[in-house]
């Protein structure tokens, strides 16, 4: 996290658009291209925020730091930013897709797991604490989740949304987002562990 | 003993309360069940294990890319610089 050095007591502090891209472009770019995974528009969300900031700058009231400001304004629009991915016209295609992918997980009567796509042990999971890897193996299995699902994990597992605020900007139901919740980590871990072995 | 009978040898439905229980408190109901699943059922084990790493290296990559920034390139920030201070004169 940003440690502000300029905060004041009171809480208030002096804010100085022109310092911005100087103290914060790089944080907010990292900030956006972790939760989107697209670079440029992760770019543009940057400038973004900071025109929409420089427009509210008179309503800024010190209550936060400004870069808990600047990074909620830009929270906001990633948060628009899923919600359009998972409303579009793909929408119903791409869940319907992931949907019959798992479908083979159990046994359809007595909802065991079917013998080859049972979680199996790895054995190197502190390895995988430290791994580069990591990472690119979980974007590139988060980008095969649709849309809908990806945002939902996002909010919940990355940002720690509390469930009610994910369900009213996403549009879903708490039932909805418990079976999302299930199936995108459902999908996800068989995606890590193809890509583990 | 019939009704728990679905949560026992379904694990479709272990699963989705290992997830649930990783964000909400499981009513009691739901947690003795998924007990006496996880004791008979050691894929489930292994799913819940695994589950949980994953939440773990997800925060994990999230609070490292904030010690690690990402570089924007140098023209895109001077450009922006740019656009910021055009904005202010703009306003004065």
């Not at chain 1, 909802?111 to 080859?116: A, D, L, S, T, V």
């Not at chain 2, 309360?17 to 489930?44: A, M, P, Y």
Request: charge should be positive; include cysteine.
């Amino acid at each position: 996290m940003l440690i502000d050095k300029n905060k004041s007591a009171s809480g208030n502090e002096h804010i100085d658009p022109r310092q911005w891209v100087k103290k914060y472009a790089d944080y907010l770019y990292t900030y956006a291209v972790t939760r989107i995974n697209d670079e440029e528009q992760a770019r543009d969300l940057v400038q973004e925020t900071f025109l929409a900031a420089l427009e509210k700058v008179k309503n800024f009231e010190g209550r936060s730091s400004e870069s808990t400001w600047l990074t909620a304004i830009l929270k906001n629009k990633i948060i628009d930013i899923y919600r359009k991915k998972s409303s579009g016209l793909l929408k119903k295609t791409d869940v319907a897709d992931a949907e019959t992918a798992q479908k083979d997980f159990f046994d359809p009567d007595d909802g065991h797991w079917n013998e080859e796509f049972r979680p199996r042990e790895i054995g190197v999971e502190e390895d995988l604490l430290v791994s580069a890897e990591f990472s690119i193996i979980f974007q590139k299995c988060m980008e095969k989740l649709p849309a809908l699902w990806s945002s939902v994990f996002a909010m919940k597992h990355m940002d720690e949304e509390l469930t009610e605020n994910i369900c009213e900007a996403l549009k879903i139901t708490p039932s909805n987002f418990w079976v999302i919740i299930h199936r995108a980590k459902l999908n996800l871990r068989a995606c890590l562990q193809k890509n583990w072995i | 003993m019939n009704s728990l009978k679905g949560i026992i040898y379904n694990c479709r439905q272990a699963t989705f309360l290992i997830e649930k229980k990783q964000i909400k408190k499981l009513t009691f109901r739901e947690n003795v069940e998924l007990r006496i699943h996880l004791t008979g059922c050691s894929v489930c084990r292994v799913f819940q294990k695994q589950s949980i790493l994953i939440n773990r290296l997800v925060k994990n990559l999230i609070h490292d890319s904030h010690n690690k920034d990402r570089k924007l390139d140098d023209n895109f920030k001077k450009n922006l610089q740019d656009k910021i201070e055009d904005e202010l004169n703009k306003n004065k």
